[in-house]
């Protein structure tokens, strides 16, 4: 599983609503749902329920989400230290 499948979780939890999960990620609603079921079934866990008008996070899901946020949020330290160790040279 990669960051970018991370945060494509991450959105589609916060927006609750897959085209603007899409656009925030500047990816296709398309390209997202593929993604979304590719981790669904690596994982074996449904992460959302949905349907035409409505996108739900499982029980499951929302530990997910929650693991998903903190490794972004883990991967954008990384970056953050990394930029003051290169600045600090």
Same mark, same amino acid.
């Given at each position: 599983?990669?960051?970018k499948e991370l945060a494509?979780? !991450?959105a !589609? +939890?916060?927006e609750l609503?897959?085209?603007r999960a899409a656009?925030?990620?500047h990816v296709t609603q398309s390209t997202l749902s593929i993604q979304l079921k590719k981790c669904e079934d690596y994982l074996g866990v449904q992460i959302f329920r949905r349907n035409r008008h409505l996108v739900e996070i499982t029980p499951e899901g929302r530990e997910i !989400?929650?693991?998903a946020q903190k490794a972004? +949020? +883990?991967a954008e330290q990384i970056r953050s230290l990394s930029?003051?160790?290169r600045a600090a040279r």
């Open positions: 599983m990669t960051l494509y979780i !991450v !589609v +939890a916060e609503h897959f085209h656009e925030r990620c !989400v929650r693991l972004l +949020a +883990a930029r003051d160790l």
